[in-house]
């Protein structure tokens, strides 16, 4: 019933956004994305755990794509990201056949320079 996707991300950088791609064909139950981080510094013995943002994939919507926005500086010393995927209450079965309900690929979005030319050509002859 439930997805978790655990992310590396670039600490210090921003993570914009997520996208998710699926499919959720007619009588599958809804599919509720979350973006999550859990961070706990170095004094704390609980972590404290929040949903950065939450989409509900609902009705019959056939192939999908998701953008979560989160706007989140990644902090990897003191913290996780994961991306949770909930495919309906436990009271129901999912799907009736397999395929009907699917993640295809989930992507994160941050603005990182260019680590070949770093945001610069240098064109020869010019100044």
């Avoid at 064909?25 to 961070?39: I, K």
């Avoid at 972590?47 to 994939?57: A, D, E, G, I, K």
């Avoid at 992507?107 to 680590?115: A, E, F, G, H, S």
Wanted: proline residues 5%; hydrophobic residues 35%; charged residues 20%.
């Amino acid at each position: 019933r439930k997805v978790r996707y655990v992310f590396t991300l670039p600490h210090g950088e921003v993570l914009e956004w997520v996208r998710v791609w699926g499919r959720k064909v007619a009588g599958t139950t809804d599919v509720t994305l979350r973006m999550r981080r859990s961070c706990m510094s170095q004094t704390q013995t609980v972590p404290t755990t929040v949903s950065l943002s939450t989409v509900l994939v609902e009705g019959n919507a056939g192939e999908f794509s998701e953008t979560l926005l989160v706007n989140d500086t990644v902090n990897n010393l003191d913290c996780k990201y994961w991306m949770d995927v909930d495919f309906g209450p436990t009271t129901e079965a999912c799907s009736a056949t397999t395929g009907e309900l699917a993640i295809y690929k989930i992507r994160t979005q941050n603005p990182l320079p260019d680590q070949i030319f770093w945001d610069r050509f240098i064109v020869p002859g010019a100044n």
